[in-house]
């Protein structure tokens, strides 16, 4: 028999709707595989492959620290083990501050589910996201003291709705009808044995769209609140479409479980139109204060444009939107002297002219401007990261030539004004942050060799004048190293092989076995995800695709270590959901494995090929690993096409895919 009683206290009217995110809980109950939980830093690997279903994400441990997710690139709630969301927290995509660090708003929650619930005790615990429908199950308890519920996340909307089953006493901070200064914006209804919040648009979204120098829009109230089932309908539906494609591994089921789970948690960290790109967290937690990095163009990016084209469109829209804010950093930085972290440009630049170059803000939030105080300002291969970015966005149709040509024109003014050309006729980039992140000093190879593609190769395609430079580029007698005077001891993450991929330097490709030879195991352990990824994906373009796979699973195993493969930035941490790790994994899969690869000239010798824009070509070389006995990408999009391609040790086959 259902017994659900709610007792609605008045509260702090202004809390609201961070109520709801308490109320998020938990969606249906499914058996299925275990979801790791965190611990102690493992040894890479160290988590044993047991028999998965590959839709199922799960956690038998009520003391597990890390909350369930559930976000729809609008908003994003943190669910807590006991299905109450109590002081977690709710992310909107249209809440940021637009003054100071224009950091995104943490919503705390208010509201508290009184059960007999209590994780030291807590019997027959469990908890699983289906992937299929984005449902969400939690259940503890036997008998009558057993407890279920089940939570759903509309996929278009701002509405969260829930089933219990059991004994429980919801106390919430509010009446029904909440709303934040400016207007009620969230609603609540129960019905006995279920309960659904509605949330409206944010009045901050008009804060925000004036910043970018956009018109105000109409403010959407709260929707009325549907039923349970209606949203479970809506879910269902909206992955029935999204699974159309998919990557089918003939492998171990933990590998499939995996890629599953890195497109399931990407597909919900943005939405077509937004006004902000992918940051690292996205709205699954406020680290970073939501501000989008280079990993949108370099990680995420490339990992959805084939298979969600739609929403990898969002970062790229981002980028050109505030190139008008990127050529204001680059007047002020003018302004302020030209500083380096090191001190101004050196002489021997090119005199910049205000009003014509582009610089890119390491952290950019709501108005494009740079928002970060520290040293991390001068990790200037953003500006390249961002023209690189953009540049495999044209190639596949989603920036114009024109919005691409004034780009490159801004980033090409600023790399003469940033570098310095030597007695020797190189041009140097001096007193630079490296990608590494641990090391500042001259002439960081990825970030040299961007300025390079900009002028010299970029700029010639799309007829954008500026002269030719020569860059020097770091390297000693047995490969090229990561930057000037590079001891070869310890780096935070992967940079000089960022030149073999994605950069795909030719030099560096003829010299990858020497730098991989050197390389990957100076990486710090305790590094931030995406370097072992990125070393997978280059092991596979070598011909060592086992040697990639081995890396490859180091790359996910340790870091989704937590309940419902959650993505951790670093091994040793709680913080998920990382998109920019999720992102490097699928990478190796589709840039290595599958051997997916843009370049400026056709490859003979490809499985497959097609003609992108700008001269470009799109190029499949499958190298699978032993453990894999095929893959199929289904439905991938190249230029509005569906295709489906299925690989084999033996051979590949493209096939037109579904319309």
Partial sequence: MLKLTNNLCASDGNALRRIAALFLVLGTLLIGCKGPQEKAPPSAGARPVVA???????????????????????????????????????????????????????????????????????????????????????????????????????????????????????????????????????????WGNERTI??????????????????????????????????????????????????EIDGPAEDQLAVHSFLFYLRGATRPGSLMAISPFALGDGRYGGHIFWDADIWIFPALVFTDPALARTIPDYRIAHLAAAHKEFDKWIASGRPTAMGPVPPGSSQPVAGTGAKYPWESSVSGKETVPGPSRFEDHITGSVLWGLGQANALGMVSDTDYRNALAGGLQFWLARSTKTKDGLAEIRGVVSPDENHTGNNDLYTNLLAKWTLDTAGRAVGVPGGQLDFALPSDDTSFLTYDDDPLRSYKQAAAVLSIYPLQYPEAEKEAAAMMQRFPGLVSKNGPAMSDSLHAL???????????YTVWRNSWVTFTDHALMLFSEKRTQDGTYFTTGAGGCLQTVLYGFLGFRIDSVKDPKAAWTKQLNSGRWLSVTPHLPQAWKSVKFKNFTVLGTRYTLTATHQGVQVTPGEK
């Fill in 538 to 548: 280059i092991w596979a373009r070598m011909g060592k695709p086992d040697q990639g």
């Fill in 52 to 190: 998965t279903d590959p839709w199922l994400l799960t956690c038998d441990d009520a003391n597990d620290h890390s909350p369930a997710l559930l976000w729809n690139g609008l908003v994003g709630f943190r669910i807590a083990r006991d299905a109450a969301a109590n002081n977690i927290a709710m992310y909107d995509i249209d809440d940021y501050d637009t003054t100071g660090e224009e950091r995104i708003n943490v919503e705390a929650s208010l509201l508290k589910s009184k059960s007999d619930f209590d994780a030291a005790k807590a019997k027959d615990y469990f908890q699983a996201l289906d992937m299929r429908t984005g449902i969400l199950s939690t259940s503890w308890g036997s008998g009558a003291d057993k407890v279920q519920v089940q939570t759903v996340l509309d996929p278009n909307r701002r509405v969260i709705s829930e089933k219990w089953v059991g004994k429980v006493e919801f106390v919430t901070g509010g009446e029904r009808g909440f709303g934040w200064k400016g207007g009620p914006e969230m609603k609540q209804r129960d």
């Fill in 198 to 247: 509605t949330l409206g648009t944010p009045p901050n979204r008009n804060t925000m769209l004036a910043a970018r120098g956009l018109p105000k829009q109409p403010i959407e109230p709260a929707p009325e609140c549907p039923r349970f089932d209606e949203v479970a309908k809506a879910s269902k539906a909206f992955w029935t479409q999204k699974w159309k494609t998919d990557i």
